[in-house]
């Protein structure tokens, strides 16, 4: 049993989106593992340093259907209508997952180099990973859910496709994204990060190890990690490389 499985949250998840036990994954540097792993911080870039030019939107209201959750199992959802009146999109913490949770080579060579990680959990244990005052009378929220992909993105006053409509060109990641609002995120427009208090062993179901990392060294780094950090579940990658 996962540490904080029960503990109480509050953040909102697109009702399509199907069970919050879906798995996803994050291909990452080993240095930002550790980091991690070190500190219990949750490094996350803020959505105006992505590539894509389509992020560029402006600030929002939001106001499109999204299911309220609670991180005690795996709750019914009640579809409701709820309003953030101020969300700052530009400069809005984002963490992009992937749903695809087959190994895919371009994910190493693109998102991890040849010395990084895959790591594996799921929606709800993301979630309940993080040290924030999520409940549903706070001010912190966390908005997830699935991107869309189209052929041309117009830019748009719908907050739904602000969020979740990306260039069909990054159809290959299948992304499961997050945004935080968070009411102590003071310094939006001056850093390209924030550093959020994170239970690694509730986050990670599982880590790859990139299949770049020559044998003898990914079982000592396996070795490693486990015992360092708690970390129960340490692969290496199934992909074979010359």
Request: aromatic share 10%; net charge neutral.
């Amino acid at each position: 049993m996962k540490e904080k499985k029960n503990r109480l949250n509050w953040y909102y998840y697109l009702p399509e989106d199907g069970p919050q036990d879906r798995q996803i994954c994050q291909y990452m540097q080993l240095d930002y593992l550790i980091q991690m792993l070190e500190t219990h911080k949750y490094h996350v870039s803020r959505r105006r340093v992505f590539d894509d030019a389509n992020e560029s939107y402006e600030n929002a209201k939001l106001a499109f259907p999204i299911a309220p959750a609670k991180d005690n199992g795996l709750p019914k959802q009640e579809l409701v209508e709820r309003t953030i009146p101020y969300f700052d999109i530009i400069h809005c913490p984002t963490s992009c997952w992937t749903k695809n949770t087959e190994e895919q080579y371009f994910m190493w060579k693109m998102y991890a180099t040849e010395i990084g990680v895959c790591v594996k959990s799921t929606v709800h244990n993301l979630i309940a990973s993080l040290n924030l005052n999520l409940d549903k009378d706070g001010e912190n929220r966390v908005i997830c859910g699935s991107m869309n992909y189209k052929e041309k993105i117009i830019p748009s006053t719908n907050e739904r496709s602000q969020l979740f409509d990306k260039d069909k060109a990054y159809a290959n990641e299948d992304e499961f994204r997050f945004y935080f609002h968070l009411s102590d995120d003071t310094n939006k427009k001056t850093t390209n990060h924030i550093l959020i208090p994170i239970d690694t062993k509730t986050l990670m179901d599982e880590i790859i190890l990139s299949p770049f990392i020559c044998k003898e060294a990914a079982d000592k780094l396996a070795r490693m990690i486990i015992c360092s950090y708690g970390i129960n579940v340490v692969k290496q990658s199934k992909i074979n490389i010359k």
